[in-house]
């Protein structure tokens, strides 16, 4: 079936730099994209969404962009801080109150 | 903001006993709950969709008798899980939903023995 699926499991960044991290979705119908950070031992944590009728969208220190065309999702972090170490989660939704459908997973370590 | 509590945070039962989690949405109505299992470094995996007043519409492969969902008013969804076995041991996880707002819980660590 479909799904939504990330490219790398493991990021290693510098503090103070920035890190992306990827993800695929493979379902054209999905209209709502959202960026969850998860802590261990706890439930996913709200980062940001974006809708499909854009294709980027900024908060603080992080952007999510959303190419329609090859039905790619990234999530920026500027300056990433010890604190953002974390997994980070793309998750998609095609209607409001629908089931949400979460990616692989991707593990960020931030090095001091 | 929304909030949403699920209880226990932890638990720990025996083999063969049931086990009941509690998801609550603290200032909203929910008009749709979520509960998801998550296995250590994967994934979450929706178990199954609980819509107020009505049956729950469980996932492939999610057996809708040993993971019993009750969702008996707007701001409350419970799953039990009966006749628990080790294998059942993961972390779950609840998600109320408001309109396209998806709030989870902090999850619920349940280790059989």
């Known amino acids: 079936g479909e799904s939504v699926g990330l490219h790398l499991p493991t990021l290693s960044v510098q503090e103070g730099d920035n890190s992306i991290i990827n993800c695929a979705y493979s379902n054209s119908a999905s209209d709502y994209f959202i960026w969850y950070k998860q802590e261990s031992g706890k439930g996913p944590q709200f980062i940001i969404d974006i809708r499909s009728n854009m294709d980027k969208r900024q908060g603080q220190r992080v952007t999510v962009l959303l190419n329609k065309t090859v039905k790619h999702l990234s999530l920026q972090i500027a300056a990433t801080q010890p604190g953002d170490s974390a997994v980070y989660f793309c998750?998609?939704?095609?209607?409001?109150?629908?089931?949400?459908?979460f990616g692989g997973g991707t593990r960020v370590l931030v090095k001091p | 903001g929304a909030v949403v509590s699920q209880h226990p945070s932890w638990v720990i039962c025996k083999s063969g006993t049931s086990v009941k989690i509690e998801c609550r949405s603290l200032?909203?109505?929910?008009?749709?709950m979520f509960w998801y299992r998550q296995f250590p470094k994967q994934s979450l995996m929706l178990m199954a969709t609980s819509n107020e007043g009505s049956k729950a519409t469980y996932e492939q492969g999610v057996e809708k008798d040993k993971f019993l969902i009750n969702h008996a008013s707007l701001t409350l969804s419970t799953l039990t899980v009966t006749s628990a076995h080790p294998e059942d041991s993961s972390f779950y996880i609840c998600?109320?939903?408001?309109?396209?707002?998806?709030?989870f819980g902090s999850g619920t660590r349940l280790t059989v023995v």
């Open positions: 998600s109320a939903s408001q309109n396209y707002g998806y709030t």
């Open positions: 200032d909203f109505q929910a008009t749709t």
């Open positions: 998750a998609e939704n095609r209607a409001a109150g629908n089931k949400l459908t």
